[in-house]
């Protein structure tokens, strides 16, 4: 039990383009998402806290307006890198509660 | 300083050692003590879950959680080279929240 599911699994876009990621709960029902993005041999670093049917709680220095979130229903939570540039080439990971300490398999993003 | 510091590494062991993987902290408040495991390009996968100081052992793994001294271990017998994997821990203050607090990792590499 507790499967997060992330799709894409990878991604590449052109700079200034948009890119969406979902992160999906297959089997429970999750009231709230994380997203965390990783760059390469450094630590996972929260970007934000998802609740199912109001707005994300943005950590100091994330761009809100940047990184919209929406988790519109409670097995779906999505993340728009809007504009992306090439220093938001990262790997973005999602994980659920109740089961929190699940993670999704992650999305490689790479803005060319 | 960091909440929480974990040597990066990388520990190259042979097969069959036993690794000893740690972390130290710094808020007091942490209760609940996590052990991942990340193998390059995927999300991480739990290992263990601790709450209380002693230890925890669940196959080759044991966690041990030293509260007083703000310092946490993993340790791994009879590695094997499917061992080889990047392990964070992870620390929150409360179940409730499950916003996550990483080390940078430590890369381990068994050596067949």
């Known amino acids: 039990g507790a499967v997060v599911s992330q799709h894409p699994s990878w991604v590449i876009c052109k700079s200034g383009t948009s890119v969406k990621i979902e992160c999906r709960s297959l089997?429970?029902?999750?009231?709230?998402m994380f997203w965390y993005r990783q760059f390469p041999k450094q630590s996972l670093m929260l970007m934000a806290t998802?609740?199912?049917?109001?707005?994300?709680?943005?950590e100091q220095g994330v761009e809100k307006d940047k990184f919209l979130i929406n988790h519109a229903s409670l097995t779906l939570s999505t993340l728009t890198v809007t504009s992306a540039h090439p220093e938001d080439s990262s790997f973005y990971i999602c994980?659920?509660?109740?089961?929190?300490?699940?993670f999704g398999s992650g999305t490689r993003l790479t803005v060319v | 300083q960091k909440e929480v510091e974990q040597d990066p590494g990388p520990l190259s062991v042979p097969e069959g050692a036993i690794v000893s993987l740690n972390c130290t902290y710094s808020n007091s408040a942490f209760q609940y003590f996590m052990w991942y495991r990340q193998y390059s390009r995927k999300g991480p996968e739990l290992l263990m879950y601790?709450?209380?100081?002693g230890n925890k052992e669940d196959g080759r793994f044991t966690a041990q959680v030293d509260k007083s001294s703000k310092y946490i271990s993993l340790f791994i017998r009879d590695s094997q080279p499917s061992d080889s994997a990047t392990y964070l821990c992870?620390?929150?203050?409360?179940?409730?929240?499950?916003?996550?607090?990483f080390g940078t990792g430590t890369r381990l590499k068994v050596l067949a």
């Open positions: 089997d429970f029902q999750a009231t709230t």
């Open positions: 601790t709450y209380s100081s």
């Open positions: 992870a620390m929150t203050i409360t179940s409730g929240t499950y916003k996550y607090i």
């Open positions: 994980s659920a509660s109740p089961y929190g300490y699940t």
């Open positions: 998802s609740n199912e049917g109001s707005k994300a709680t943005y």
